[in-house]
């Protein structure tokens, strides 16, 4: 992370400047040895989410419900005590521990979450539960968050993030029509508060994701082979888990570009600013944040 130091006397940089490369820096703790060294990854714009909502003490136990690659563990287990990653799918939990297993305070579990044993299989309760573009997957929402509701510590926090989009444009099975049904769901799971808002990027920072990153990644995907159409429910199933070791030559370059995007984007301050949803769920990105 970039850190401005005061020192023993006040700081030449006017106060706009510090704040600005204050944010520059607020994204996930970031080493030049990550370039080589974290698992591959395709910027997820999500982390920065996970950043700006869920503050996590340098003590907490926390769950990653689909981790994907692994990327936002490999960076968060540096700040946290322990981190425990939940995913459906045996191969990507192979390779996760594969890719992560050097760690030690990096657990790893395959289970549904929706599945009654889950608490068992968990084996203990955690200050912080986060997952990143996985609610819209889950076939049974309801006893999704009551299981994660169901191992978090009292007063420990849920955040969910997810495209609240139905096919054919959205990929997912879960979607929701209105927000009250949501929060009778969200209230059923036992969470005794919460907030539900939706998010959008800043301005400057959609134009420059959607330029460096969006823009060259359609063009990619026009011209490359395989299923264009293909809607995978699972880690496993996607295209950039299954051509993984096709891309690990150009590993480095990737990240070091991923990188240099984050802080393009925070240029302008906080990626990410927040809207209440109204009577507009639909085709929004939504966030719940939930306490028990």
């Given at each position: 992370?970039?850190?401005?130091?005061?020192?023993?006397?006040?700081?030449?940089?006017?106060?706009?400047?510090?704040?600005?490369?204050?944010?520059?820096?607020?994204?996930?703790?970031?080493?030049?040895?990550?370039?080589?060294?974290?698992?591959?990854?395709?910027?997820?714009?999500?982390?920065?989410?996970?950043?700006?909502?869920?503050?996590?003490?340098?003590?907490?136990?926390?769950?990653?419900?689909?981790?994907?690659?692994?990327?936002?563990?490999?960076?968060?287990?540096?700040?946290?005590?322990?981190?425990?990653?939940?995913?459906?799918?045996?191969?990507?939990?192979?390779?996760?521990?594969?890719?992560?297993?050097?760690?030690?305070?990096?657990?790893?579990?395959?289970?549904?979450?929706?599945?009654?044993?889950?608490?068992?299989?968990?084996?203990?309760?955690?200050?912080?539960?986060?997952?990143?573009?996985?609610?819209?997957?889950?076939?049974?929402?309801?006893?999704?968050?009551?299981?994660?509701?169901?191992?978090?510590?009292?007063?420990?926090?849920?955040?969910?993030?997810?495209?609240?989009?139905?096919?054919?444009?959205?990929?997912?099975?879960?979607?929701?029509?209105?927000?009250?049904?949501?929060?009778?769901?969200?209230?059923?799971?036992?969470?005794?508060?919460?907030?539900?808002?939706?998010?959008?990027?800043?301005?400057?920072?959609?134009?420059?994701?959607?330029?460096?990153?969006?823009?060259?990644?359609?063009?990619?995907?026009?011209i490359r082979a395989g299923d264009k159409h293909a809607r995978p429910q699972i880690y496993e199933a996607t295209w950039a888990f299954q051509h993984r070791e096709r891309?690990?030559?150009?590993?480095?370059?990737?990240?070091?570009?991923?990188?240099?995007?984050?802080?393009?984007?925070?240029?302008?301050?906080?990626?990410?600013?927040?809207?209440?949803?109204?009577?507009?769920?639909?085709?929004?990105?939504?966030?719940?944040?939930?306490?028990?």
């Amino acid at each position: 992370m970039i850190t401005v130091h005061e020192g023993p006397h006040k700081s030449f940089l006017p106060n706009a400047i510090r704040s600005r490369i204050a944010a520059i820096g607020a994204g996930m703790s970031f080493r030049w040895s990550d370039v080589f060294d974290a698992p591959l990854h395709d910027f997820p714009i999500r982390d920065e989410i996970l950043c700006q909502y869920l503050p996590l003490a340098a003590g907490a136990d926390v769950l990653e419900v689909g981790p994907g690659s692994g990327f936002t563990a490999f960076r968060l287990a540096r700040r946290v005590r322990r981190v425990t990653l939940l995913d459906v799918a045996p191969r990507a939990v192979d390779e996760l521990r594969t890719t992560l297993g050097n760690i030690p305070n990096i657990q790893f579990v395959c289970a549904d979450v929706t599945a009654s044993d889950l608490p068992g299989r968990l084996g203990h309760a955690f200050d912080a539960i986060f997952g990143l573009d996985v609610f819209e997957y889950v076939k049974d929402p309801a006893a999704c968050l009551s299981n994660l509701a169901g191992v978090l510590h009292p007063g420990g926090e849920l955040l969910l993030t997810f495209p609240n989009v139905p096919p054919p444009i959205g990929d997912g099975v879960t979607w929701f029509t209105k927000l009250s049904a949501l929060e009778a769901m969200v209230a059923a799971a036992g969470f005794t508060t919460w907030e539900i808002f939706a998010v959008r990027p800043r301005r400057f920072a959609a134009a420059v994701y959607a330029a460096l990153h969006e823009w060259p990644l359609r063009t990619y995907r026009r011209i490359r082979a395989g299923d264009k159409h293909a809607r995978p429910q699972i880690y496993e199933a996607t295209w950039a888990f299954q051509h993984r070791e096709r891309l690990l030559p150009f590993k480095a370059s990737l990240h070091l570009y991923w990188t240099v995007l984050g802080w393009a984007m925070r240029l302008s301050g906080r990626v990410f600013i927040e809207e209440p949803v109204g009577d507009r769920p639909l085709g929004r990105q939504l966030v719940i944040r939930a306490r028990k």
